[in-house]
């Protein structure tokens, strides 16, 4: 499939985290199949991680990933055409039967999907509560669902975090697919899929190499200094409500 408007994109962002001397540690690649559908379970932490989660599918082939994100950035008047150049899927999270039917189609029509199960950015850098829709669409695809993770890019760009410097280490994790039995609950799938995401995650920062006691970017129930769960929830419904007041007056 021709992509004159992705690949020149690919090609950006590669060069940009050249830019940015980012140490990118990628490992699991051979887990995307090199043909066929499939769809890519990706955590959520940081306004890089489109960009970064398309890498392992790139070195495998070439492929190239089309994600699900929210519609709200396809009425964006410089992110909007590029988005719909690359042939990504808009989300309306009031309406998401649309998104759904053109998620499946395209996993259906060979190509690889990728899907941020938690919806929103976590600021506890942990796998928050995730819904049915990846099991839903992998299934009804009859395709791979893969679980994977991103680790750093927060440190970079992300909810209150903005730190452009050299050499911020990068890890990224892909998993094997997870089975998919049928006539399994999918919302007992989903549960396997969050903690086979936070079992994954476990190993990223494992093995990344700057995860000083306290970081802000470690999860707390690793060490780190991130907030809870609980307590990211907290500050995210604070800022809805100052969100939604600001709108109101």
């Excluded at 089309?66 to 992110?79: G, L, T, Y």
């Excluded at 280490?169 to 399994?184: D, F, M």
């Excluded at 419904?237 to 109101?248: D, N, Q």
Aim: charged share 25%; no cysteine; hydrophobic share 45%.
């Amino acid at each position: 499939m021709s992509d004159p408007v992705y690949r020149p994109i690919i090609l950006t962002a590669k060069t940009l985290f050249f830019g940015l001397g980012l140490k990118l540690d990628v490992v699991g690649e051979e887990n995307i199949p090199r043909v066929g559908g499939a769809l890519l379970a990706i955590n959520h932490t940081s306004y890089l991680d489109f960009a970064l989660a398309g890498l392992p599918a790139d070195r495998r082939g070439h492929r190239l990933v089309r994600f699900m994100a929210k519609d709200s950035i396809f009425r964006h008047p410089v992110a909007g055409p590029l988005m719909r150049g690359m042939k990504h899927i808009p989300v309306d999270r009031d309406a998401g039967s649309a998104a759904f039917r053109d998620a499946v189609a395209d996993l259906k029509a060979g190509e690889l999907v990728g899907v941020f199960p938690e919806a929103t950015m976590s600021r506890a850098m942990d796998i928050k509560g995730i819904k049915n829709g990846a099991v839903r669409m992998a299934r009804a695809a009859n395709v791979p669902l893969i679980p994977m993770i991103v680790f750093g890019g927060a440190r970079v760009l992300s909810y209150d975090h903005r730190d452009f410097s050299r050499g911020t280490p990068i890890a990224i994790t892909v998993g094997e697919p997870l089975p998919l039995p049928r006539g399994t609950n999918p919302d007992v799938l989903t549960d396997e899929l969050a903690e086979r995401m936070r079992s994954l995650l476990d190993e990223t920062v494992a093995r990344y190499p700057d995860t000083p006691a306290g970081a802000w970017w470690v999860p707390e129930r690793l060490g780190g200094g991130a907030p809870t769960l609980a307590e990211a929830e907290a500050i995210d419904e604070e800022r809805r409500r100052a969100k939604r007041a600001k709108g109101a007056g």
